[in-house]
């Protein structure tokens, strides 16, 4: 395949990026899209010239870091799917493909297409967790689990925080990510002791940090690789409401 990219380029947080393109040839459909910038890097290596540099790990669909913003769409053209198992034949021969950071105030570049999600982390810190008190062991289904609330809680616990969600909300809300953490916590038995006073510091960071307010779009859960569905920002809501106003019953 022969393609042009379009990519931003901006060498720091102060900086005025851009957006330069770049000719590739020879990129087989059946490369994923990082192996491709691997490729283009390798050749901008070879002339001398700065890599682009951007985020990856596992390439597994899992870690969440390969957030990159393709054609306007986070992760690219297709659903469910991480840009690091996104491959090139979803892509045309002669191709104008652009390649940009995610687009949110909470998300600030670092450099061309790597961004600062530290905010995700801070929410986290905030309040996603549990209380686990050391000593034995309890034994197995000593807590039962109703199936819904188990099947729910694995469903939300899906989201690999990688701010797709974030940057297709034209608010720039974490509202979905934020949703699938609360909810994941909140149907477990372990997740009780903390469950009001976890929504309540984790919005409050949420807001806090620069990230905008849900109005129901629905541009987070068509961008999401793992399909959280919407309606755990319900949930989040729920909670919320119920924490805040004193009522803090199931």
């Not at 790990?57 to 769409?73: K, Q």
């Not at 982390?121 to 197995?140: H, L, M, V």
């Not at 720039?172 to 953490?181: I, M, Q």
């Not at 793992?226 to 924490?243: C, E, F, M, S, T």
Request: charged letters at 25%; one cysteine or more; aromatic letters at 6%.
């Amino acid at each position: 395949m022969k393609l042009t990219l379009r990519i931003w380029r901006q060498k720091g947080p102060g900086d005025k990026g851009a957006m330069v393109e770049y000719p590739v040839d020879g990129i087989s459909e059946d490369a994923s899209f990082l192996e491709m910038l691997d490729v283009l890097n390798e050749e901008l290596i070879a002339k001398g010239e700065e890599p682009v540099a951007f985020d990856h790990d596992c390439r597994e669909g899992i870690c969440g870091m390969c957030s990159l913003v393709i054609n306007g769409t986070p992760h690219g053209p297709e659903r469910n799917t991480t840009t690091c198992q996104l491959h090139m034949r979803k892509f045309r021969d002669g191709e104008v493909i652009d390649v940009e950071p995610w687009r949110a105030k909470a998300f600030p570049v670092v450099k061309d297409l790597v961004v600062d999600r530290g905010a995700f982390d801070r929410i986290i810190k905030s309040g996603g967790f549990i209380s686990a008190p050391t000593g034995t062991a309890p034994e197995a289904h000593s807590t039962p689990v109703p199936k819904p609330d188990a099947d729910r809680a694995f469903e939300a616990a899906e989201c690999i925080g990688c701010g797709a969600c974030v940057a297709a909300c034209p608010n720039g809300s974490a509202s979905l990510f934020l949703g699938a953490k609360v909810t994941h916590l909140g149907l477990m038995p372990q997740g009780q002791p903390e469950r009001w006073d976890r929504v309540v510091s984790m919005l409050e960071t949420h807001d806090a940090e620069g990230f905008g307010g849900c109005t129901n779009t629905g541009e987070c859960t068509v961008a999401c690789p793992k399909g959280i569905p919407l309606d755990v920002i319900g949930r989040l809501n729920h909670d919320y409401i119920k924490a805040t106003a004193g009522g803090r019953k199931q």
